[in-house]
């Protein structure tokens, strides 16, 4: 990585959702994550943004902690399985109020 190029947007977000994911794991405290996230947003170069996360392991890539999927896949199986057990309780529901009735 050369430190001097121009660090984008992208490699903002990356690094502040880093600094985020150590502040769950409860190495950095929110005043901690605050100042560093500012600093973030102030920095020009890879190298100042390498800076803020020099002190802290790394960690492994969320996307590959996850199982390697798609995240937002994941999340409309997730949308297709609640919609289905919805549809199914209203069946049976309707079902049981038909037979009673």
Do not use: K, N, Q, Y
Not at 23 to 44: H, K, M, N, P, Y
Not at 71 to 86: M, N
């Amino acid at each position: 990585m050369d430190v001097e190029l121009r660090a984008s947007d992208d490699d903002r977000h990356r690094v502040v959702a880093e600094l985020h994911r150590h502040t769950t794991a409860g190495r950095l405290t929110l005043d901690e994550f605050s100042e560093r996230a500012g600093a973030v947003w102030a920095a020009r170069t890879l190298g100042d943004l390498a800076a803020l996360t020099r002190d802290l392991p790394a960690l492994p890539d969320p996307a590959a902690a996850a199982g390697g999927g798609d995240p937002i896949g994941h999340g409309r199986r997730e949308l297709l399985l609640l919609f289905a057990v919805a549809a199914l309780t209203l069946l049976l529901l309707g079902g049981f109020l038909a037979v009673t009735r």
